[in-house]
């Protein structure tokens, strides 16, 4: 556990983390992992960030080693897509029993290393350690080295009991196991200039691939994406890339930096979401591969893609306007960066009346307080109670927000809109605002709302002999 | 007889277990206004609260104690004493169930000392029941976890009956983790027709059966209350539903002298004519018109159903008490369960109408269930399905792909009628067409294709 303790030590110190740069010296030193406080926690823990984080490599085999707890409820339920491999949405786990615990549960992860290997014959096998085998100490490590060695195939070690911290740490551990063992193991057939990586994209509802033609159109490669719809091959021969987008900045900022740090390979943060973060992320990749020595003309190219799709993209919000001037949105956003959405939904009239900034670093927080002007409310942190009566008093229109909170809003009966990961609609790019928008118009313009807020016959009755 | 074979692969691939510290937390979300909380790392809160979230499409209380390294290495007293307080203060629940899970069992942590001690200490948890429960997740499976959870809020919360006067319409009902909201509704009015006063232990329709609460509760949304709880040994029979309930209903009648009758199913023709006998004995009411007329609308779907079911070839992975259900029902309809996989142990495995059990995962469902005509087993069975072509009917938990799956009714005579409309409707959607050449001998039936691919 020693280099597990050092390596969370070296990713809770993370000199690309903004907040962590906006830290004194002594703050720093203590890390930003959160104590949980037991009995008010919410949220995953490492192993599942990590699971989130690489399980969108689609051939390759996930064994979780652990009881049955860690992954009998949780296979397959995350919407990331695959193009072609299957083989990520079958669940693989030794399920350690008792004799395990008292003799150790070593012997029983290499044989089903084995029995995966004799099946499957996949690229590789990512082993995810958890809590139970690390406490009794199984060491993943050596028994994915002996089994590396026996079947002649990367048998990846991800070290990430529950643990050991939340679930953005697990994103990071996850990060750091590719860093490790994966990016750079291999060697790309060819390379271009125009070769990039797209870092903390989970192809979640296939939202990759409502941003993927635009880039196929410029003629710039995606190399690989950590991870959404990735091979293994391709992570392994990531580090060719000229250039890198990082997407969700607070998972994979680690192996961002660290990759430019050994290969060389410039990184900016980036959104999908929202016309002017989509059009800001296609200049941005164009302006990065044309430093580094791709034809100038790719900007050119760039700026009149640009042009056409927000012009595509604003002539069908448009008729939305007209329906959607004034209602006011509740935002409480996770992984989705607040502000991108802000300005989206105030391209097609929305209003945003309050919106969450726990997630936010102070430069997001600024760019918000000059997004909303006053209107908006800034909450760091608001109780399930108090999102309730918000809804219910109507200061909201509509709420958009993870699942976590969906029955805060229904149960109020107020229109929600699921914009967490594991949504079912996909609003990347200009496409995908085009959607969020028209999902927002669904919900608010459902014939429900007028039914179901009406008081039972009966109830108003009582209501007038009461007064009476 | 049917053998039960433990699978033997060292990988479960695909499983159908879920573990003991999530059931248990279900059957505690049965009681009103209260917190399951299980002792563990966030991440076995979190992955059972989502699942939870999934299937009834409803918001779920659970918390954690959140152990970290250094808490699950040193022990995890001062996690379990903070959790409580923290709950206490921002839930204001009745009521927390306590269960461990794989780590705080490695280490040892005795939990029900634990609370003895936070107890003295801290008087602002006195208004609050608390139930600790032992549900490792390296053993056992989902419905140990439920039965275990039943068992020990019996031990701690059911007043010992000074008398043996007893309220003569009163019945304590213990549902296994198989029967869902809509099932204890459909029981409910059941038993209420025979002038019954049913009290559920745990009572899901209270909490998660969907419906629109007055006010914001962070905690369950009803369910039985502590004060039914405590009074359950006053009333005069115990009808325990699932083997699962066995040792629960035993527990109650050592503590109360309340003599308990078992029902290893409530779904089909028979079982269900036992229980209306039963309820027409214990209660002096004759059968109500309503279940007559109902018992007979069943024949009748029986016989129109029976063409479509009969010959059938199904394969049903599910834990132990529900897999008896559709395998016995299944059965009855005249279909052949030729695949029958579970989780766990239990007494009901070798009664049933099938050669062999497996302890196994859905691999081991896929592997044997090729050239069957029914997949039956809970939403993860869908790879499987698409894989076979073969159409799959879901049950149990989690249904995380359909609506309903809290309302889903198996129970009573008009629970199976709808059930054999239901499957026997997917049984109809799949019919094979005939083609020019379904009757011919196999040799000739190959050989057009074999010379078109040629040409």
């Known amino acids: ?468 | 007889m049917a053998k039960v074979v433990v699978s033997q692969e060292h990988c479960t691939v695909n499983p159908l277990r879920m573990s003991q510290p999530v059931g248990a937390a279900l059957a505690f979300m049965g009681v009103d206004n209260a917190m399951p909380l299980l002792h563990g790392s966030q991440g076995c809160t979190s992955f059972g609260l989502v699942l939870f979230v999934r299937h009834f499409r409803e918001a779920i209380p659970m918390q954690t104690t959140a152990l970290s390294e250094v808490a699950s290495v040193m022990g995890g007293f001062d996690n379990v004493e903070q959790a409580l307080v923290n709950i206490a203060a921002r839930t204001k629940p009745a009521f927390i169930g306590i269960c461990t899970t794989g780590i705080s069992e490695i280490k040892g942590d005795d939990l029900n000392g634990f609370l003895k001690v936070i107890r003295a200490s801290h008087p602002e948890l006195d208004s609050i029941a608390l139930v600790d429960v032992s549900t490792p997740d390296f053993e056992g499976a989902f419905q140990d976890g439920w039965a275990a959870a039943v068992t020990r809020m019996i031990e701690e919360l059911v007043d010992v009956p000074f008398s043996t006067a007893r309220l003569t319409r009163r019945i304590n009902i213990l549902p296994g983790s198989h029967i869902t909201p809509g099932d204890i509704d459909e029981l409910r009015d059941i038993f209420e027709a025979f002038c019954l006063e049913p009290v559920f232990l745990p009572d899901l329709s209270g909490s998660l059966d969907g419906h629109i609460p007055a006010e914001f509760t962070p905690t369950t949304l009803g369910g039985i209350s502590l004060e039914q709880i405590r009074k359950m040994g006053s009333a005069c029979w115990t009808i325990a539903i699932g083997e699962q309930m066995r040792g629960a209903a035993i527990t109650l009648e050592h503590r109360t002298g309340i003599p308990y009758r078992l029902f290893e199913r409530l779904t089909g023709l028979a079982a269900n004519d036992e229980l209306m006998g039963f309820l027409s004995e214990i209660s002096g009411v004759p059968v109500p018109r309503k279940y007559r007329r109902q018992r007979s609308q069943l024949i009748d779907a029986m016989l129109d159903g029976h063409f479509h079911f009969g010959g059938k070839r199904v394969a049903i992975a599910a834990e132990p008490d529900l897999l008896a259900v559709f395998s016995h029902w299944l059965d009855e309809m005249g279909c052949e369960i030729q695949v029958a996989i579970t989780t766990t142990q239990s007494p009901s495995l070798e009664t049933m109408p099938v050669d062999e059990v497996v302890l196994g995962d859905l691999e081991d469902l896929e592997m044997r269930a090729a050239g069957t005509d029914l997949l039956v087993t809970h939403s993860h069975g869908r790879q499987a399905a698409a894989r076979l072509g073969i159409p799959l009917f879901r049950i149990g938990l989690p249904i995380f792909d359909r609506l309903g799956a809290g309302q889903q009714v198996s129970v009573g005579y008009r629970g199976t009628r709808d059930l054999i409309f239901e499957v026997g409707n997917l049984f109809l959607a799949n019919i094979h067409e005939p083609t020019p050449h379904t009757w011919e001998s196999r040799e000739n039936a190959s050989q057009p294709l074999v010379s078109l691919e040629v040409h």
């Open chain 1, 1 to 468: 556990m020693g280099t597990l303790g050092s390596k969370i030590q070296q990713v809770l110190n993370e000199p690309g983390c903004a907040t962590n740069q906006a830290k004194s010296n002594p703050e720093r030193k203590k890390g930003c992992n959160r104590l949980l406080a037991p009995g008010a926690a919410a949220g995953g823990c490492a192993f599942d960030g990590a699971k989130i984080a690489l399980q969108p490599i689609t051939d390759v085999a996930h064994l979780i080693h652990g009881p049955i707890g860690c992954e009998g409820h949780s296979w397959d339920n995350r919407g990331a897509k695959s193009s072609g491999p299957q083989l990520y949405r079958t669940s693989f786990t030794t399920s350690i029993n008792e004799q395990d615990i008292i003799f150790g549960g070593e012997k029983h992860l290499y044989k089903a290393i084995k029995e995966i290997v004799e099946k499957h014959n996949p690229p590789a096998v990512f082993v995810y350690q958890t809590c139970v085998p690390a406490m009794i100490g199984d060491d993943i490590e050596a028994v994915c080295k002996a089994a590396q060695k026996k079947f002649g195939k990367p048998i990846i070690p991800i070290n990430v009991p529950g643990f050991v911290g939340s679930k953005n740490l697990g994103n990071k551990l996850a990060g750091e196991a590719l860093l490790d063992y994966v990016i750079g193991t291999e060697e790309p057939e060819f390379t271009t200039p125009y070769d990039i990586n797209i870092i903390g994209e989970y192809n979640l509802s296939g939202e990759l691939w409502q941003v993927k033609p635009l880039l196929d159109e410029l003629g710039i490669r995606i190399l690989a994406t950590i991870s959404g719809d990735a091979k293994y091959h391709e992570v392994a021969r990531s580090h060719r890339a000229r250039a890198a987008m990082m997407v969700c900045s607070k998972a994979m900022i680690n192996v961002a930096r660290k990759m430019e740090e050994r290969y060389g390979i410039p990184f900016f943060e980036g959104s999908f979401y929202g016309i002017g973060d989509m059009s800001d992320a296609l200049r941005t990749i164009s302006q990065l591969l044309v430093d580094r020595g791709a034809n100038a003309e790719l900007l050119a190219r760039t700026e009149a893609v640009i042009q056409r799709e927000e012009t595509r993209a604003r002539e069908r919000i448009a008729p939305f306007k007209t329906r959607l001037a004034g209602k006011r949105v509740l935002l409480f956003t996770g992984g989705v960066k607040s502000w991108s959405v802000v300005a989206a939904l105030q391209e097609a009239g929305l209003i945003v009346t309050g919106t969450s900034v726990k997630k936010s670093t102070p430069d997001d927080k600024a760019r918000i307080k000059e997004l909303v002007k006053e209107d908006a409310h800034m909450f760091d942190d608001l109780r399930p109670r108090e999102m309730y009566a918000m809804l219910k008093e109507a200061r909201a229109d509509i709420m958009l927000s993870g699942g976590r909170t969906q029955f805060v809003a229904l149960k109020a009966k107020m229109p929600w809109l699921d914009i967490n990961q594991e949504r079912h609609h996909a609003y990347a790019g200009y496409v995908g605002m085009v959607a969020l928008i028209n999902e927002i118009d669904k919900a608010l313009s459902n014939p429900i709302w007028d039914q179901i807020r009406r008081s039972a016959p009966w109830e108003k009755a009582a209501l007038h002999l009461h007064i009476a």
